[in-house]
């Protein structure tokens, strides 16, 4: 069974540019989540999506949005990019509510920003 | 607003050396407790739930364990391939919040 797949793995930007990454959950799953993981402040949640609806959104600026799509997959979009927007940015699917059942996290997409 | 405090920070270990990892949590309703292992550039993967005080959960050298303050990853006999960073979580409000990790290094 295919794990949480996001793309790109690896992503250079200049600062007040604006990017889209990518999550194609596992099949079946219908909730996405995204994180953003940087050393200083670790795991921080930027939001959740369920069938097509924000559920939740953590305390990030508006520069930072999504979106899920009727096939589950999801996309996350900063703009205005700023040097600290470098991280690594987590995306995990689940089969309905992340804290009632397993999350699974794709591999990550490295932006880093100059 | 949840808070989930892991210590200590860093541990090394010999190899067969057992321990444990310490998880406090504070939050309003506690909607399960998650334990995920991280390897170096890459992604949390997923290793235990926990939703009830007193549960316990095991998997190879792995055992967890949950209170209604805090949970405990007991390692026996660590191997090498041990070695990654262990986060816990608690979730809430459709959202998981982290600790900030402990990172295990277990020496041949």
């Known amino acids: 069974k295919a794990g949480v797949t996001q793309t790109p793995r690896y992503l250079i930007k200049t600062r007040g540019q604006q990017v889209t990454l990518s999550c194609s959950p596992i099949s079946g799953h219908r909730s996405v989540s995204w994180y953003q993981q940087t050393p200083g402040q670790g795991l921080q949640f930027l939001f959740e999506?369920?069938?097509?609806?924000?559920?939740n959104k953590g305390n990030f600026p508006g520069r930072f949005s999504g979106r899920q799509f009727s096939n589950s997959r999801s996309e996350m979009n900063v703009s205005t990019l700023e040097l600290g927007d470098s991280a690594l940015y987590l995306c995990?699917?689940?089969?309905?509510?992340?804290?009632?059942?397993?999350?699974?996290f794709g591999q990550g997409t490295r932006l880093t920003v100059v | 607003e949840d808070q989930v405090t892991q210590s200590p920070e860093a541990l090394r270990l010999q190899e067969g050396e057992s321990s444990s990892l310490n998880c406090s949590y504070t939050v309003s309703g506690l909607r399960g407790l998650f334990w995920y292992r991280q390897d170096p550039g890459k992604g949390p993967e997923f290793l235990f739930t926990?939703?009830?005080a007193g549960e316990e959960k095991e998997k190879e050298r792995l055992k967890a364990t949950l209170t209604k303050k805090e949970s405990f990853l007991h390692i026996t006999a660590p191997k090498p391939e041990d070695s990654a960073t262990y986060l816990c979580?608690?979730?809430?409000?459709?959202?998981?919040?982290f600790g900030a990790g402990t990172t295990v290094t277990v020496r041949a």
């Open positions: 999506y369920f069938s097509e609806t924000q559920r």
């Open positions: 995990a699917s689940s089969l309905d509510i992340p804290v009632n059942t397993e999350a699974f």
């Open positions: 926990l939703y009830s």
């Open positions: 979580a608690v979730g809430s409000d459709y959202k998981l919040s």
